[in-house]
């Protein structure tokens, strides 16, 4: 028996200023994951969190 997909789902933020930057101190890109409710949030997540490769708080997109 099969279970539906929860309201819950996991999403992974990815940093914007890293992503679009071509001159950094280090290879890579700052990503989290987190949970988001389905129902109460249709649109993608905009987070401002850390970034330990600019050392500073950006933004953080929801990526597919």
Known sequence: M???KG???VVTLECTECR???EKRSQGVSR??????RRNTTERLE?????PHDNKMTI???IK
């Open 2 to 4: 099969a279970k539906n």
């Open 7 to 9: 309201v819950r789902i």
């Open 32 to 37: 989290y994951t987190t949970e988001k409710n």
């Open 60 to 62: 953080h997109k929801e």
């Open 20 to 22: 679009s930057s071509t």
């Open 47 to 51: 987070l401002k969190k850390f970034c």
